[in-house]
């Protein structure tokens, strides 16, 4: 199979993968789902469930020095290191917070309050936390703030298009890995080396939120200045966001407790079950990793998993287009219209945009509901996708976001029923 199709797991690896995981194939009351919309949620890894209340349990409090307090302090410094794993970042601090929307205001904030500049540039299609938190302090800051459009075609932003909003008075630049709405993937390795052609010590920020769960970030080949991501969306659970800043954002002023060290940005004793939730993150995808590779380090054990799990999403994403056992794909469905539909795969994450002749996307989503099916409607009308959908000159879109751990039989009976909704 080629790259550009991707490549799905083996039978008895899907079935290993699928155990892994809680409510796959039933929800909670035991009926049969499918649950197509984990770019809002995600499938939770039962060890990181398991590892979480275990942890939660222990009333200890890890600023201590008896011997439990000290194991939630290696809990953590393993939960630390593992996100390091997850970024191949070197130096720099790692930041936890409550949501990964609140640590994306605290970095746009330190930058742009403190780096000289006339403006700020960012795109269309970004997550409200980081379009807002931009709005926000370029009127705080007295900045302008460019927006690059998106490109209809492709569903993402051109690299030339942000860089032509770049100059020599740019403080900052803020943009996403991938689109939550088009699941176009953007060229960070590219716009990074060249928006700092352009301006030497550009500072960058890159939302990786609905990134990070499916394909490698890489800080050592992207070399940004800050980071983030959200444990809930990576098999995990809620309750905390993850970002790394680099030593010069870390340095900016910023709320911080005088006792703390002066990079430290985290205000408060952090939860230690949250950094026991990052290890059997990537505990899973190194195992993973491991049915592929003899590598001896966790990073690159990591990396294989994640490309393994980027070839099987890529796979889902070509039967779901063109088609799965016997059942034609959504691009041959007279009456259902894919949105951003360009053919490299290899520039497309695992979230597809439709459209149906005959129902809308709030009515087409109920009706897919009523067979068992998971999806979600993205409008014009709100807050958290009208800017994105009007760039595109859409009206709205069921939003269709499968995961790694459904094999090719749930896209078989995904395109089943998606078929009875045209007759409708």
């Known amino acids: 199979m080629s790259s550009n199709q991707g490549e799905f797991f083996s039978e008895s690896l899907m079935q290993e993968i699928k155990a892994r995981f809680h409510h796959v194939d039933h929800d909670i009351d035991g009926s049969e789902r499918l649950f197509f919309d984990n770019a809002g949620g995600s499938f939770r890894l039962k060890a990181a469930?398991?590892?979480?209340?275990r942890i939660d349990a222990l009333p200890d409090c890890p600023e201590r020095i008896h011997a439990r307090a000290r194991h939630l302090q290696d809990v953590q410094a393993r939960g630390e290191a593992d996100i390091r794993t997850i970024l191949n970042a070197k130096d720099g601090s790692i930041y936890p917070s409550l949501t990964a929307s609140g640590a994306m205001f605290d970095m746009v904030r330190a930058i742009m309050e403190n780096v000289?500049?006339?403006?700020?540039?960012?795109?269309?299609?970004?997550?409200?936390?980081?379009?807002?938190?931009?709005?926000?302090?370029a009127q705080r800051t007295g900045k302008s703030l460019r927006v690059a459009p998106s490109n209809p075609e492709t569903g993402g932003v051109?690299?030339?298009?942000?860089?032509?909003?770049?100059?020599?008075?740019?403080?900052?630049?803020?943009?996403?890995y991938a689109s939550n709405i088009s699941g176009a993937k953007f060229d960070i390795a590219t716009l990074v080396e060249r928006a700092r052609e352009k301006k030497p010590g550009l500072f960058i920020v890159v939302d990786a939120v609905q990134h990070a769960p499916h394909g490698v970030i890489d800080l050592q080949k992207t070399p940004v200045d800050g980071i983030n991501f959200a444990p809930y969306k990576f098999f995990g659970c809620r309750g905390s966001g993850i970002s790394w800043l680099s030593p010069r954002v870390?340095?900016?002023?910023?709320?911080?407790?005088?006792?703390?060290?002066?990079?430290?940005?985290?205000?408060?004793?952090?939860?230690?079950?949250?950094?026991?939730?990052?290890?059997?993150?990537?505990?899973?995808?190194t195992w993973i990793g491991g049915q592929f590779s003899d590598a001896d380090t966790r990073r690159e054990l990591f990396v294989e998993g994640m490309k393994r799990i980027e070839l099987h999403e890529r796979a889902l994403l070509a039967a779901l287009l063109d088609g799965q056992g016997g059942r034609r794909g959504l691009r041959r469905l007279d009456g259902v219209e894919v949105f951003w539909d360009h053919a490299d795969l290899t520039k497309r994450a695992l979230i597809l945009g439709i459209g149906f002749a005959n129902l809308s996307p709030t009515d087409a989503v109920r009706e897919y509901e009523k067979r068992g099916v998971i999806v979600y409607e993205r409008i014009a009308s709100s807050l958290y996708s009208g800017r994105m959908l009007k760039s595109f000159n859409l009206a709205g879109a069921v939003r269709i976001s499968p995961l790694h751990c459904q094999a090719p039989s749930d896209v078989e009976r995904f395109l089943s029923i998606t078929e009875t909704l045209m007759t409708l």
């Open 158 to 176: 051109d690299v030339d298009a942000i860089l032509s909003l770049i100059d020599a008075d740019t403080a900052l630049l803020s943009v996403m």
């Open 250 to 285: 870390a340095a900016l002023p910023h709320h911080r407790l005088d006792a703390k060290q002066e990079g430290v940005w985290e205000l408060g004793s952090p939860a230690p079950a949250q950094f026991a939730v990052v290890t059997e993150i990537v505990e899973y995808v």
């Open 116 to 137: 000289p500049g006339t403006n700020a540039v960012t795109t269309i299609l970004e997550h409200p936390s980081s379009f807002d938190a931009m709005t926000y302090y």
């Open 49 to 53: 469930v398991e590892a979480f209340a």
